[in-house]
């Protein structure tokens, strides 16, 4: 700074002496006898020089030290797709020849004449008849044969199966069922007896709807129809008892 300060006031006395500054000039002392008004307004020329410098020194400054950009990177090619290959020329087809015309058919002129005659073809076929229905006739059974509807009031006429009647004791239950038809559960094999005790039917729910009787009977919940055992089908639940079937024939235990 010293030597910019001694260059600045140098070239300020030279320039009011009339003299142009230069390179041997600029290192020569300054006069001790310069008078002291045009000392200070050099002083403050230089300093105004120097006020003039620093932002240009600044700005050199910070251009230095600035740390130079990385460089960009390169745009990607363009990816160019290629043109779809022209379609295959398709081959022309031929126009179909329009049918030979028939010698025997008739003519425009043939047509008119003919027009309001009526023509009767011998070989006409008959006229389509509705197909018959199939009737199958099958084979009656020998014996008496029983109209449909006397068969169906018959049928509805007919009285319900007999219901055993609750006794005072088993003996005279399963006398009671036998006359009406229904042996007791103890004319069974003792084998079948034996499955009928494991059963351990422990609840009898009946009612007069059907749908809602069902008796338990080894953590089931057994209907009317349902099977007891392999051997054993619950035929029916009575106000106090069941009905099951053992090889087709019916048999009465009393629960109740």
């Known amino acids: 700074m010293s030597y910019i300060?001694?260059?600045?006031?140098?070239?300020?006395?030279?320039?009011?002496?009339g003299e142009i500054p230069h390179i041997d000039t600029?290192?020569?002392?300054?006069?001790?006898?310069?008078?002291?008004?045009?000392?200070?307004?050099?002083?403050?020329?230089?300093?105004?020089?120097?006020?003039?410098?620093?932002?240009?020194?600044?700005?050199?400054?910070?251009?230095?030290?600035?740390?130079?950009?990385?460089?960009?990177?390169?745009?990607?090619?363009?990816?160019?797709a290629p043109s779809p290959p022209p379609p295959a020329p398709v081959a022309a087809v031929p126009a179909a020849a329009p049918a030979p015309a028939d010698p025997q058919a008739p003519g425009l002129s043939q047509l008119q004449s003919m027009a309001g005659t009526r023509i009767q073809?011998?070989?006409?076929?008959?006229?389509?008849?509705?197909?018959?229905?199939?009737?199958?006739?099958?084979?009656?059974?020998?014996?008496?044969?029983?109209?449909?509807?006397?068969?169906?009031?018959r049928e509805r006429q007919a009285p319900p199966p007999p219901i055993p009647q609750r006794g005072a004791e088993d003996a005279g239950q399963g006398q009671s069922a036998q006359l009406n038809g229904v042996s007791h559960w103890k004319d069974l094999p003792s084998g079948i007896q034996r499955q009928v005790r494991e059963l351990g039917i422990n609840a009898h729910v009946y009612s007069a709807d059907s749908r809602a009787r069902f008796i338990r009977a080894k953590g089931r919940s057994l209907r009317e129809g349902d099977r007891l055992t392999d051997e054993l089908q619950l035929q029916q639940i009575t106000s106090d008892g069941i009905v099951f079937t053992y090889q087709g024939a019916p048999y009465w235990m009393r629960l109740n």
């Open 26 to 80: 600029a290192q020569e002392p300054s006069s001790p006898y310069r008078p002291a008004r045009r000392r200070g307004i050099g002083i403050g020329r230089g300093w105004a020089m120097l006020a003039g410098l620093l932002p240009v020194l600044a700005v050199g400054w910070v251009m230095m030290n600035r740390q130079p950009e990385p460089p960009s990177a390169p745009p990607a090619p363009a990816v160019v």
């Open 121 to 153: 073809l011998d070989d006409q076929p008959p006229p389509a008849r509705p197909a018959a229905p199939v009737v199958l006739e099958l084979p009656l059974p020998a014996g008496r044969v029983t109209p449909p509807q006397a068969a169906l009031t």
């Open 5 to 17: 300060l001694n260059a600045l006031k140098q070239s300020e006395s030279q320039r009011n002496l």
